[in-house]
């Protein structure tokens, strides 16, 4: 009974982070390939001269113009399963994580992908993945999963963290060594030694966490459940609510240009603009899009990514968030 609870509440966590909605017909699904505009978007990744989405049914798009067009990436095996999360080892060295533990791996950008692992017996998703730079990579998600590779996700180790089986959201950091982790149920973490000790830190909110920004060494933003969204100037040690005047939930964010702040979206096509200091600039919304779970900047125009896919808007969008 007690497997049977934990798988259940797997798959509530995952609907909740991951946005999977049903899947269509199997008729529809042979009549349509995935498009940009059509698909479910988890997150989005800028390489400079491409960008990369990745989301429900194994979908990668690629688009080499700033998002105005779209082509799908190769996948092999192509299972069909949630993709919730990527990160760029490099300008060429990508990897991809989504749910029943699968793992891909691309050496060229993006344009083809091999699968790396994948959990055939618990089926439980890893809901992010991130990088310092280099071969390593840690790839985290539910009841605690946290695996690390040191040769550049050819192969995964599985790493103990105390966090009582709590599924884990977001992973930031820096190449000081300085690292938050968040979770469910305010779970925050932090290590200043590159991950060789985590801690556990005090709980100041019992809601799930779904992000973690390192804005400076010092200066961290977190955001998750019912718009909360907290802002520490002390790596952690306090945290002071940002009253963002809605309960809409945040799922993801971009770092703007120049160090100038910070982007995060949400639910109800939510836009929340902190400066880089973590103080609220401004409360925005994007009618018509849905839930948003990403965003990036590309040149001066912001790319969204959320249930209803991938949309273009421009630099003015941030910008008005300003005034």
């Avoid at 018509?288 to 900047?297: D, E, H, K």
Wanted: proline share 3%.
């Amino acid at each position: 009974m007690r497997s049977v609870i934990g798988y259940m509440v797997c798959l509530v966590v995952a609907l909740t982070v991951g946005f999977t909605f049903f899947p269509k017909s199997e008729p529809e699904q042979a009549q349509e390939a995935p498009r940009a505009d059509r698909v479910q978007i988890n997150d989005l990744l800028n390489l400079g001269s491409r960008v990369v989405a990745v989301g429900e049914r194994g979908s990668i798009l690629l688009s080499d113009d700033q998002g105005l067009s779209w082509q799908q990436a190769s996948v092999a095996p192509q299972r069909e399963i949630t993709l919730t999360a990527l990160v760029a080892l490099d300008e060429r060295r990508l990897l991809a994580v989504g749910h029943d533990g699968w793992i891909l791996r691309s050496e060229d950008g993006g344009s083809h992908w091999q699968e790396v692992r994948y959990d055939t017996e618990l089926g439980e998703p890893l809901l992010g993945i991130w990088t310092a730079g280099g071969d390593t990579a840690t790839a985290f998600g539910s009841f605690g999963k946290f695996y690390q590779t040191n040769d550049a996700g050819v192969t995964w180790t599985p790493q103990t963290l105390d966090v009582d089986s709590a599924h884990l959201n977001s992973m930031a950091g820096g190449a000081d060594g300085r690292r938050m982790l968040v979770g469910e149920q305010g779970l925050v973490l932090r290590t200043a030694d590159g991950g060789q000790h985590w801690q556990t830190l005090p709980a100041f909110y019992n809601g799930s966490l779904f992000g973690i920004v390192r804005l400076s060494a010092d200066n961290w933003v977190t955001y998750g459940m019912r718009g909360h969204a907290f802002v520490s100037h002390d790596f952690g040690d306090n945290w002071t609510q940002i009253d963002i005047g809605n309960q809409l939930p945040l799922y993801g964010h971009v770092l703007l240009p120049d160090h100038t702040g910070l982007l995060i979206v949400g639910a109800g096509g939510t836009l929340v603009r902190l400066d880089a200091q973590g103080a609220l600039v401004g409360v925005g919304r994007m009618a018509g899009l849905g839930t948003l779970t990403s965003a990036t900047m590309v040149g001066s125009h912001l790319l969204v990514g959320g249930e209803h896919g991938v949309f273009q808007g421009s630099g003015g969008s941030v910008a008005a968030l300003g005034k």
